[in-house]
């Protein structure tokens, strides 16, 4: 299986910061790379998927990059509503499309 | 709008068994797939597997090969996830996604459904 890690697992900021939450995988996985967002209660919601594609109405202070092993999540100016838990996942192989153990992002 | 909407909260005890169905609308049912994906308590997301809902090919994670079927009712855009064999730590949140294929990803969920095992 791919394993794909996650850091920081946890990670304090305030409204207005910029955020980047690393994701790597044990072997290449080219741009097979999605990311979720994930608040308390509720199902995922995707916001990125091949890496750097921003799903249909998430807002533009999100954005994705890498390809390979190594991928970043990015939100550029964080608001109250990001405060979430948020995973990455590859889609590369069939047996298997595991996710990242998760990062949670809280108000400082 | 798309929509998959799944059963309702189940308790089971060690050793049964636990099917829960994911109905889906608002697109094409056929020109999909659908993958289940589980979070117990407190925990990550674990994927465990994929089926095609054009024709039924399935990809089981490794660890629940034998336990788990997925299948689908294409007459009435329903997905189903059967878990055998239920142990305490199959305890956890089961959620469907509409997921194209390999390579693509999970764009609309399902609300989750509340499995618990328990003696």
């Known amino acids: 299986d791919i394993q794909m890690t996650q850091s920081p697992s946890s990670l304090s900021a305030s409204v207005g910061d910029r955020v980047t939450i690393t994701c790597r995988a044990s072997?290449?996985?080219?741009?097979?790379l999605n990311w979720y967002q994930q608040k308390p209660g509720k199902a995922p919601k995707l916001l990125i998927y091949?890496?750097?594609s921003l799903q249909s109405g998430v807002p533009s202070r999100f954005s994705g990059s890498g390809s390979g092993t190594d991928f970043t999540l990015t939100i550029s100016s964080l608001q109250p509503e990001d405060f979430a838990t948020y995973y990455c996942?590859?889609?590369?192989?069939?047996?298997?499309?595991?996710f990242g153990q998760g990062t949670k992002l809280e108000i400082k | 709008q798309v929509q998959l909407v799944q059963s309702g909260a189940e308790v089971k005890k060690p050793g049964a068994s636990v099917k829960v169905s994911c109905k889906a609308s608002?697109?094409?049912?056929?020109?999909?797939?659908i993958s289940w994906v589980r979070q117990a308590p407190g925990q990550g997301l674990e994927w465990m597997g994929w089926i095609s809902a054009y024709n039924g090919n399935t990809n089981y994670a490794q660890k629940l090969q034998g336990r788990v079927t997925m299948t689908t009712d294409t007459s009435t855009s329903t997905a189903y996830m059967e878990l055998r064999s239920l142990r305490s730590d199959d305890t956890a949140v089961y959620y469907c996604a509409r997921d194209l294929r390999v390579g693509s990803e999970c764009d609309y969920w399902g609300q989750g459904t509340l499995v618990t095992v328990s003696s």
């Open positions: 608002g697109y094409t049912f056929t020109s999909y797939g």
């Open positions: 996942q590859q889609s590369y192989s069939t047996l298997g499309r595991t």
């Open positions: 072997q290449s996985i080219s741009s097979y």
């Open positions: 091949a890496a750097s």
